[in-house]
């Protein structure tokens, strides 16, 4: 195994077609007799939909239908579900979703009408002549004024734009602590909302076969299985076996490609009402206003110390803001999910959190890359930071007295943590930042009339997702090997990683392996990607797998070469008797036991293998990342000069891949702390940053090297040890820009700013601070 495929660092075998433009997206795929689809949206964030004139949009040539929700309703199509299990406190307010809405519009970018034509041009010109009567109605987008008494109400069924209630932890124990603290600070912070923007935009092409009485939908998704669970059982009201999806290359997800949209719906009931298959491909400003956003939290924090800065006790209140309609798994993000790593690496005895989610007129929200444990890590870390400097230690060495030490360890909210070295990559981590002195540094800056900052942050990702994973390995009569898993890669190179796990556990070249995903009719079931999860459930399911493909295997060895299977090893691909020395290769054993005259009495053809994981266990990747910024404060610019992690994935299947999932998900983490802004009018609920030219992500010169140092210490929760190393990097990131910033500006007494830090925000910081200064030097 040491000098086996696990652990090497090969290129992504599917690269070779993405970078030679074979890929294969939905976008590049078009059936016979295929139509087009065009989606009429609300311009207004919250209005009553009075009329709906589509007559002169059905007169244009090339139009095949203009439908709206009337339609829908006549064929009993349901609402979109939401599937999220919450322990609310009380009953979590659903409201109904419908694909096409009806009597009121709840944000831009609500579908309202659905155009089909021959040509999208045709669809699109007929989609700008229905006409649609609103009655403008007042709006709110912020969480927080949502909840106001005289806030405007979006659904009946939700007094005070309240879904729900959520709480976790000891109150009691959290309340004694605080009273017996010897220290305590209280921070208000925004978990600014996001714009998800994969390279790829959604599309889809729904079909129906009459003759089968069969619904097939191809799109852009991260989680075919469940997709075709929610459509059957809550949409259209279908055995499952009678809606049949598949996905082929997708160019990233980030999370926002698991849910079920109304597009997926429409294209399939238009595929179905008008006998051809239907088309549908987003557009990039589309995607700004129909597409799930992410976080979007305001949350009061308060964190108890005892006189030698030990936490004692974490307090913490949020309300989430969660749209106008609850997503697939939208309420998760703000309640089960940060609960898993509220508190972080550190010990602390008592946490008590609270969540109040509210409807207001903007795009639902659900999970995006981490999905609450981004937010979670952010409190804690930011509430370190300002502790450290209220009680005059250093922010590392308060991080390290507090750290998790001994394990297994139990957290207040019953996180079963099996292992880390918290305090390894702090100090390593330390130990990189500030090579090459960097007071120096800051002094040089200092010279140049510049500020120079250094921040220094922890994290921990919960990393399972949904429980439970199924894989296969089948024989194919071409002598290749299927991998056929139910997971699902959109970006991550698992037709690389798969076949490396497959290639040591079975003794074969990583060659002979081919992957299969993404397709109900070619995998029975399983959960899609998300959560970091696909190596420790899925690599796991695979494991089992190849367990049983050896395990059939040892006995029709044992029959053909004339040997008890006690007496037959297998390794190297071969399986062979010791004390004859004779043997048989794993894939001349796979063709000769395709004969039934080969094979011992009472087994069936075939040594395919099949494993289901059936673990709810999480595994716990965590580290330390240090970022370096300077400042100018005559405009407020943050350049970051320098940024590098100390992680741990547990045992790394590909060390080059892991280290490109961290510097992704770095890159969106940066993303959010410097840049990203998704604001809407607060009276009108427009969106006001709705391109990419008024919405910033990241860019390559925004960007220094990202230096990423693995350590590997292996979890004991599954038996590749492996943790999950898809979310760290966005989980860290937000706290450690934003400590790096605070640091440059705490000569002015600035201990506070809000993400994003544009440079707009930093400039307003420095002058607010410097006209205090000025205004207490003078008095």
Request: net charge negative; hydrophobic share 45%; with cysteine.
């Amino acid at each position: 195994m040491d000098d086996g495929q696990i652990g090497r660092s090969v290129r992504r075998f599917e690269d070779e077609r993405f970078l030679r433009g074979r890929g294969r997206y939905v976008d590049d795929l078009n059936l016979p007799g295929q139509l087009h689809a065009v989606i009429l949206r609300s311009p207004h964030g919250h209005a009553a939909i009075e009329a709906i004139d589509t007559a002169a949009a059905r007169a244009l040539p090339g139009v095949r239908g203009v439908f709206t929700a009337a339609d829908l309703a006549a064929d009993s199509i349901g609402p979109l579900p939401c599937i999220a299990q919450v322990a609310t406190i009380g009953p979590m307010i659903v409201p109904p979703r419908p694909a096409l809405a009806g009597d009121r519009v709840r944000h831009v970018g609500d579908p309202v009408a659905l155009v089909v034509a021959d040509t999208r041009d045709q669809a699109r010109d007929a989609a700008e002549r229905v006409v649609v009567a609103y009655l403008p109605l007042p709006a709110v987008v912020d969480a927080a004024a949502a909840l106001a008494a005289d806030a405007p109400r979006l659904w009946d069924a939700a007094p005070g734009n309240l879904a729900f209630r959520f709480e976790r932890g000891d109150r009691a124990a959290v309340d004694a602590a605080f009273a017996g603290a010897a220290h305590q600070v209280e921070i208000a912070l925004v978990n600014n909302r996001l714009v998800v923007a994969p390279i790829e935009p959604r599309a889809a092409i729904g079909d129906y076969d009459s003759a089968a009485d069969r619904l097939d939908l191809v799109l852009t998704g991260q989680g075919v299985h469940s997709l075709r669970r929610q459509l059957a059982d809550a949409v259209f009201r279908l055995a499952p076996e009678r809606i049949e999806l598949s996905a082929p290359d997708v160019g990233g997800g980030f999370g926002v490609k698991n849910f079920l949209y109304p597009e997926w719906v429409l294209v399939l009931w238009a595929a179905r009402r008008l006998r051809r298959p239907v088309k549908f491909t987003a557009e990039r400003a589309e995607e700004f206003v129909s597409s799930a956003q992410g976080r979007d939290n305001l949350t009061t924090a308060r964190l108890a110390l005892d006189s030698e800065g030990r936490f004692l006790a974490l307090d913490v209140h949020t309300i989430a803001n969660l749209g106008a309609y609850l997503s697939t798994n939208g309420p998760g993000s703000s309640t089960n999910s940060p609960s898993t790593a509220m508190g972080g690496v550190y010990a602390i005895p008592a946490v008590f959190m609270a969540v109040r989610g509210a409807f207001t007129n903007t795009v639902p929200i659900d999970a995006y890359r981490g999905a609450g444990k981004p937010e979670a890590n952010y409190i804690i870390e930011r509430l370190a930071e300002l502790a450290a400097r209220r009680l005059g230690i250093a922010p590392v060495e308060l991080r390290r007295r507090n750290l998790i030490a001994e394990f297994p360890y139990k957290s207040a909210l019953g996180m079963n943590i099996d292992c880390g070295q918290f305090a390894a990559n702090l100090d390593r981590a330390a130990r990189q930042a500030l090579a090459g002195d960097f007071p120096a540094r800051r002094a040089e800056a200092a010279a140049r009339g510049r500020l120079r900052g250094l921040g220094i942050a922890c994290f921990l990702e919960t990393a399972r997702g949904t429980p439970g994973e199924r894989a296969e390995i089948r024989f194919a009569a071409d002598g290749m090997v299927a991998l056929v898993l139910g997971t699902q890669s959109n970006g991550q190179g698992h037709e690389t990683s798969y076949p490396q796990i497959a290639a040591d556990l079975l003794g074969l070249p990583i060659a002979a392996f081919r992957f299969v995903q993404a397709d109900t009719r070619a995998v029975k079931s399983g959960n899609g990607h998300g959560g970091a999860r696909s190596m420790h459930m899925g690599g796991t399911a695979l494991a089992l797998a190849a367990e049983q493909v050896i395990a059939k295997g040892r006995a029709i060895a044992a029959h053909l070469l004339q040997a008890d299977a006690a007496a037959v090893d297998f390794a190297g691909g071969r399986f062979t008797v010791a004390a004859s020395g004779r043997g048989i290769g794993l894939l001349e054993l796979a063709e000769a036991a395709a004969d039934p005259a080969n094979l011992p009495d009472g087994m069936t053809p075939g040594i395919d293998g099949e494993g289901l994981n059936r673990s709810d266990l999480f595994t716990f990747p965590n580290g330390c990342h240090a970022a370096e910024i300077e400042i100018d404060p005559e405009t407020g610019r943050v350049t970051l000069e320098r940024y590098l992690a100390v992680d741990d994935y547990g045992r790394l299947i590909n060390p080059l891949l892991a280290s490109g999932q961290v510097q992704g998900g770095v890159a969106q983490g940066i993303g959010q702390a410097m840049l990203e802004h998704t604001v809407y009018d607060p009276d009108s609920g427009q969106l006001l940053s709705g391109s990419l030219m008024d919405y910033a992500l990241p860019r390559a010169d925004d960007l220094p090297d990202l230096a990423v140092t693995l350590v590997e210490l292996p979890t004991r929760s599954n038996p590749l040890g492996v943790k999950g190393s898809g979310q760290a990097g966005c989980i860290a990131a937000p706290q450690t820009i934003v400590g790096a910033i605070l640091d440059a500006l705490a000569p002015l007494g600035i201990d506070h700013i809000d993400m994003p830090a544009t440079p707009e925000r930093v400039w307003r910081a420095i002058r607010a601070a410097t006209a205090g200064i000025s205004a207490r030097t003078s008095a």
